[in-house]
């Protein structure tokens, strides 16, 4: 199929991901004639201090024990590895999301229990965590995330075993990345699975790149993200199913087609 005929050819894509996180969704994008531009709104650091490892060995050797995100899975099972080689998962976990499944695998967990949905709704939704009262509930996780799932969690009656194995910070964005953007040709369109990330970038945009980010459509994982884009000042905003890449690309393709044929 010649460039000009696939459906993103006359399209830009921003990721916000992590640093270091953006080869699987820019590859994908470039497969579908899109152009890639990595702008990270977050760095992520393992914790590592004493405190956490404690936490940690608390978490895993709670009766049902939850991974929130890759990240988590990935420093959690390093973290163990490093500290606490001879404690194992007592029972199949849970991820939030097929990402995060895989990234516990990857670094050597068990095979987890997904939700049909990518969100804490649906994990929540689980038979197995409908009645958690009186038990104990390993949450590995990053300080300031999924604190809907924890509060579900609580007022069910759960008791919380909560590691915070990473923490978020504010990637540092350069005149690079400014230029990049500014520079992008044809329609833009940003993948959006954070509201913290989000609010990094439009931090450390100058004006003309932050307005150049407005103009793009938001392809958001969540209606929640939705809410936020459409505050944040875009004016076109397109919902995936999920955050991942196929996900928020097959969003963009139909979003491209939609206006199309108008």
Request: a positive charge; charged letters at 20%.
């Amino acid at each position: 199929m010649p460039p000009s005929a696939l459906p993103l050819s006359n399209w830009f894509v921003l990721s916000l991901r992590p640093v270091g996180q953006h080869r699987r969704l820019l590859q994908a994008a470039r497969r579908l004639g899109a152009a890639g531009i990595a702008l990270p709104g977050l760095r992520l650091a393992a914790r590592e201090d004493t405190p956490t490892r404690a936490a940690l060995d608390s978490a895993l050797s709670a009766e049902l024990v939850i991974f929130t995100s890759p990240p988590a899975a990935r420093f959690a099972m390093r973290l163990r590895t490093e500290a606490n080689a001879r404690r194992h998962l007592t029972s199949r976990p849970f991820a939030l999301g097929a990402a995060t499944a895989a990234a516990l695998r990857r670094a050597g967990g068990a095979d987890a229990v997904l939700p049909a949905r990518a969100d804490s709704e649906a994990l929540l939704d689980l038979p197995e965590l409908r009645v958690v009262a009186g038990r104990r509930v390993g949450l590995v996780t990053a300080p300031g995330g999924r604190g809907l799932l924890a509060a579900g969690l609580r007022e069910r009656g759960a008791r919380l075993a909560i590691a915070e194995v990473y923490e978020r910070r504010p990637a540092r964005l350069t005149a690079r990345h400014h230029r990049a953007l500014l520079a992008a040709r044809g329609d833009g369109a940003v993948c959006l699975t954070s509201a913290e990330a989000l609010a990094n970038v439009l931090a450390a945009l100058p004006e003309a790149a932050r307005a150049r980010l407005l103009g793009c459509v938001a392809v958001v994982s969540s209606a929640r993200l939705a809410k936020i884009a459409a505050a944040a000042g875009f004016a076109s905003v397109a919902l995936a199913a999920a955050p991942t890449p196929r996900a928020l690309l097959d969003a963009l393709v139909l979003h491209a087609r939609r206006r199309g044929f108008r």
